[in-house]
């Protein structure tokens, strides 16, 4: 079976920029993309602070190229859970994507698998998107564990979907040794391993990024690669400069084989 992936570009902005900065570095890249054929766009993505949501649905009322995601959120609809964001709250502000599981959230935050888990299924249930994040760290790597460790991973956060469910999310392969450090793994092996996460799925059309220092430098040689479907960004995320010709490298759309 052959199937089509629409590549994704997706800014993970962190906790940068504040609302009337937001609304700076949207304008100018909606400007930037309003010379694309809407044909060849990948999906663009940006995940501001919770701050700037609001902001940034009204300037994108009228704007159908461009997508919110959110860095996080509760796996509850509702509760006694201070200073948390529950699904419920980002479907109201017309957020299509989350972001589930980034490493940080998983070392600072003492995120687990179980989790990671609980908050897919919240995200579905009200519509959202989740980009699940799965990624090993330097040890990991340097032990040869990062194909168990991963798939160990991937398994957890699937955990009785239905395939169904699973067509639903994208996952990112994020090496957490690359992330901020300026490193990016080897693009032959991002992809080998995007592809054995892709087998651990089972379901060949779920889109799957690679994350980790993705700059204007290096983005081609990821996008060429067959299993890579686009880019987690980070710091090149925060610029518009910088963020549109990555969305550039995601064009044209890349048709997929099994």
């Keep these: 079976m052959t199937v089509n992936r629409k590549p994704v570009m997706a800014g993970n902005w962190k906790m940068y920029k504040t609302v009337q900065e937001a609304e700076t570095f949207l304008e100018a890249l909606m400007n930037k993309v309003k010379g694309l054929l809407a044909t060849d766009q990948p999906d663009i993505i940006l995940c501001p602070p919770f701050t700037a949501l609001d ?3 009204r300037l994108l009322s009228n704007e159908k190229t461009i997508s919110l995601g959110a860095q996080t959120m509760e796996s ?32 600072y935050f003492h995120e687990t698998d179980t989790q990671v888990h609980a908050k897919i299924g919240a995200a579905l249930q009200f519509g959202l998107t989740p980009i699940v994040c799965v990624g090993e760290s330097l040890a990991q790597r340097e032990a040869g564990q990062t194909d168990a460790w ?12 239905s395939p169904e469910q699973r067509q639903k999310m994208i996952f990112a392969y994020e090496p ?30 779920v889109r799957i990024l690679y994350g980790g220092s993705v700059k204007p430098d290096n983005v081609t040689g990821l996008m060429a690669q067959p299993e890579i479907d686009g880019g987690l960004v980070g710091g090149a995320s925060l610029d518009p400069d910088s963020f549109f010709q990555l969305i550039q490298a995601a064009m044209p759309q890349k048709v997929s084989v099994s």
């Design 76 to 107: 509850h609809e509702e509760g006694a859970y201070t200073g948390e964001i529950s699904p419920k709250m980002l479907a109201v502000l017309h957020v299509q994507f989350v972001i589930i599981g980034h490493s940080e959230r998983r070392e």
């Design 150 to 161: 991963i798939k160990k991973q991937v398994e957890a956060a699937l955990k009785d979907y």
């Design 176 to 205: 957490i040794w690359a992330i901020g450090t300026g490193k990016v793994c080897d693009a032959v092996e991002a992809n080998r391993v995007i592809g054995s996460i892709r087998q651990t799925i089972g379901l060949p059309e």
């Design 55 to 57: 902001a940034m649905h």
